[in-house]
């Protein structure tokens, strides 16, 4: 496709269960980022990928959040034994190697119950 | 003191009317100034870009950039109900630097 695809569009979990959110960026980007966005507040960083190297991940709120890019293309992030505080939507965004701009997918919205 | 400051308002303006968005920033070395719009249930997408201080105009949205005070704005003339979106002040300090968020700017054009 033209655009960052992203699945599911909407997750909802049980407290405890795990969850892997999906990331096809554009073909050819080099760079890959994971956002957090709360409701009302700005995309906070989570990790970022240079093909298939984890180059940041500063901003993983802890350590059940983890994520790959095995082939440098398809990136996953995994969830384990969520959270409430983990609900909020998931953003992926990928870029060139210049990131100057970053093209963002429509995001997955996770709902912990 | 946070890196980039911004009110996240909400802003009501009727059509038509001249917007004003504003952000400040706390580090010098940024040299990059993005906006970025984010309409409701969607990802942020960009809408201008500016390198180092002055002006850049791009149809009824002009971005300036005020390096000495550290002062970033982005006005929308002529505004539209379809303008009504969260705007999103992004500086950076290399082209390669990841794009960190502020809490972005709630603005409702009503028609």
């Known amino acids: 496709g033209a655009g960052v695809s992203q699945s599911p569009r909407y997750k909802v979990a049980k407290r405890g269960q795990d969850v892997a959110l999906r990331c096809d960026p554009i073909?050819?980007?080099?760079?890959l980022f994971w956002y957090q966005q709360a409701l009302g507040q700005g995309p906070e960083f989570l990790t970022y990928f240079q093909n298939e190297a984890q180059l940041d991940k500063s901003g993983l709120p802890s350590d059940r959040f983890f994520a790959e890019r095995p082939e440098g293309s398809v990136s996953t992030l995994k969830i384990q034994r969520t959270q409430q505080e983990d609900s909020a939507v998931y953003l992926c965004?990928?870029?060139?190697?210049?990131?100057?701009?970053?093209?963002f997918g429509q995001g997955t919205r996770l709902t912990v119950v | 003191q946070k890196e980039v400051e911004q009110d996240p308002g909400p802003l009501s303006v009727p059509e038509g009317a001249i917007v004003s968005l504003n952000c400040t920033y706390s580090n010098s070395a940024f040299q990059y100034f993005m906006w970025y719009r984010q309409y409701s249930r969607k990802g942020p997408e960009l809408l201008m870009y500016?390198?180092?201080?002055g002006n850049k105009e791009d149809g009824r949205f002009t971005a300036q950039v005020d390096k000495s005070s550290k002062y970033i704005s982005l006005f929308i003339r002529d505004s539209q109900p379809s303008d009504s979106a969260t705007y999103l002040c992004v500086p950076k300090g290399t082209s390669y630097d990841k794009v960190i968020f502020g809490p972005g700017t709630s603005l409702s054009v009503i028609p």
């Open positions: 073909s050819g980007h080099v760079s």
């Open positions: 965004a990928s870029s060139t190697t210049r990131l100057v701009q970053a093209f």
């Open positions: 500016t390198y180092s201080s």
